[in-house]
T-cell receptor, first 112, second 116 residues
Framework: QKEVEQNSGPLSVPEGAIASLNCTYS??????FFWYRQYSGKSPELIMS????GDKEDGRFTAQLNKASQYVSLLIRDSQPSDSATYLC????????????FGSGTRLSIRP | EPEVTQTPSHQVTQMGQEVILRCVPI?????FYWYRQILGQKVEFLVS????????KSEIFDDQFSVERPDGSNFTLKIRSTKLEDSAMYFC??????????????FGPGTRLTVL
C-alpha cells in the first residue's frame, strides 16, 4: 500500500503562472508534512513544512493541508524557470516522528 | 547558513568490500539520519540516531549496516560487505530536537556509491 502518492508529471507551467502540486497520504495518523525540492542529481531541499489544517505561506510558496481529505498541496506563484525540479511530498507519523516517508515526486517544468 | 556536509561525493568500490560514508551534521542539531535513493526511485529512510544510539531503523538497515558518531562532529554509515544493489545516493540529514512543531530535517549533498 502506497503511503504517499503524487502524480509523477511532468507538469508543465508557463513562466509567471501558478504551479499547483498535489499529494495524498494513506495514514490518518500522519503528523507533519513537508515539501522538498530536488534538482536532478542533487539532494532534497526543504521548501515548506506544515502540520495544522489550512494554509501556510512563505514567499512565493503556499502549502495547504486538509487532514480530513488526507491531502496536502503546494502552490508556487509567479513560477520561474529555476523552479523546474522534482517536488517531493513527505510525511512523518505520530508513531515514528523521526522517519520521513517520501512520495515519488512530481516533475515540474516551467516553460519560458 | 549552516549546512550538512558529506564525504566523499562519489565512492566506487568492489562488491564485498567495506565502505564508510561520512557526514558532518549541522552543529546544534542532535538528531541524525541516513537515507538512500536508488537511481530513479524514492528517497528511503535507513536509520535515525539520537543520544548516541539508534532510535529507529528500517527493514533495509540490516546487519551489514552500522552507524557511529566517533567524535563530536562526524556521523558515519558503514556498509560491511557491499552488494551490487547497494549502489545508490546516500543522504545524511540532521534536525534540531523540537516538540509541538514539525521536526524539519536538512539534507547533505549526498554520496554516490557505486558497487562494481
Amino acid at each position: 500500500q502506497k503511503e504517499v502518492e503524487q502524480n509523477s508529471g511532468p507538469l508543465s507551467v508557463p513562466e509567471g503562472a501558478i504551479a499547483s502540486l498535489n499529494c495524498t497520504y494513506s495514514d490518518r495518523v500522519s503528523q507533519s508534512f513537508f515539501w522538498y525540492r530536488q534538482y536532478s542529481g542533487k539532494s532534497p531541499e526543504l521548501i515548506m513544512s506544515i502540520y495544522s489544517n489550512g494554509d501556510k505561506e512563505d514567499g512565493r510558496f503556499t502549502a495547504q493541508l486538509n487532514k480530513a481529505s488526507q491531502y496536502v498541496s503546494l502552490l508556487i506563484r509567479d513560477s520561474q524557470p529555476s523552479d523546474s525540479a522534482t517536488y517531493l511530498c513527505a510525511v512523518t507519523l505520530y508513531s515514528s516522528a523521526s522517519k520521513i516517508i517520501f512520495g515519488s515526486g512530481t516533475r515540474l517544468s516551467i516553460r519560458p | 547558513e549552516p549546512e550538512v556536509t558529506q564525504t566523499p561525493s562519489h565512492q566506487v568500490t568492489q562488491m564485498g568490500q567495506e565502505v564508510i560514508l561520512r557526514c558532518v551534521p549541522i552543529s546544534n542539531h542532535l538528531y541524525f539520519y541516513w537515507y538512500r535513493q536508488i537511481l530513479g526511485q524514492k528517497v528511503e529512510f535507513l536509520v535515525s540516531f539520537y543520544n548516541n544510539e539508534i532510535s529507529e531503523k528500517s527493514e533495509i538497515f540490516d546487519d551489514q549496516f552500522s552507524v557511529e558518531r566517533p567524535d563530536g562532529s562526524n556521523f558515519t554509515l558503514k556498509i560491511r560487505s557491499t552488494k551490487l544493489e547497494d549502489s545508490a545516493m546516500y543522504f545524511c540529514a540532521s534536525s534540531e530536537v523540537t516538540s509541538g512543531s514539525p521536526v524539519e530535517q536538512f539534507f547533505g549533498p549526498g554520496t554516490r556509491l557505486t558497487v562494481l
